[in-house]
């Protein structure tokens, strides 16, 4: 599975990247699909998911303490902050490993390709809930979104059904990948987000 999440990576964070160069100071009070947060919130939670992963790579394993808050607020802070620790996390998993290398969680141990599919997913998906909360229709590419399609049944439990993602949803057989996988993760795809 890690060579295929690791060649996933670059796609996904180039897809975000793009997302996030849509947002503005005024959309950050927007709502999300993500109901609870607002983009602000959004990004803050990207910023810090971004941070984990890195260090997970990096260390192989994962503090359980806060993270220190970048910066301030602002619109160029928070895509500043989004845009450098996705290059960090890139850089970091570019970098060579042994087949056995995990990453320790508590009294744990994550494989080290599961870690990085999480970032596979967390980034894509996060990048089009970004591009949605500025009112841009940004399908995720449909060779990534078949991708991580099949790796998401290995990533979302039930008990991450419970926490983190709605039921699935009813979806069209003719819905593109991405109205797909999104319909997977419980969340409501290009096609009805931006009808009517």
């Known amino acids: 599975m890690y060579d295929k999440a690791s060649r996933l990576l670059p796609p996904a964070i180039e897809y975000a990247l793009d997302c996030v160069s849509y947002v503005t100071q005024e959309s950050l009070s927007r709502q999300t699909p993500c109901a609870e ?4 919130d959004l990004l803050r939670h990207v910023n ?3 941070v984990i992963l890195h260090e997970g790579a990096v260390l192989g394993f994962i503090a359980s303490g806060p993270i220190a808050a970048p910066g301030g607020l602002s619109k160029v802070s928070l895509v500043r902050t989004f845009t ?3 290059r960090q996390l890139l850089a970091a998993v570019a970098l060579p490993r042994d087949d056995a290398y995990s990453v320790a969680i508590a009294d744990r141990a994550l494989s080290y390709d599961i870690l990085v599919a999480v970032g596979v997913m967390e980034v894509a998906v996060h990048g089009w809930d970004i591009a949605c909360s500025c009112d ?5 590419p449909a060779t990534l979104a078949s991708a991580i399609m099949e790796l998401a049944p290995v990533l979302v439990s039930d008990e991450a059904r419970t926490h983190d993602f709605r039921p699935p949803l009813p979806v069209s057989s003719l ?3 991405s109205d797909r996988l999104l319909a997977f993760l419980g969340r409501e795809g290009s096609a009805r987000q931006f009808t009517g």
């Open 48 to 50: 810090d998911s971004l």
């Open 84 to 86: 450098g620790r996705a």
């Open 175 to 177: 819905a593109d990948p």
């Open 37 to 40: 947060w607002n983009l602000a």
């Open 136 to 140: 841009v229709r940004k399908p995720i």
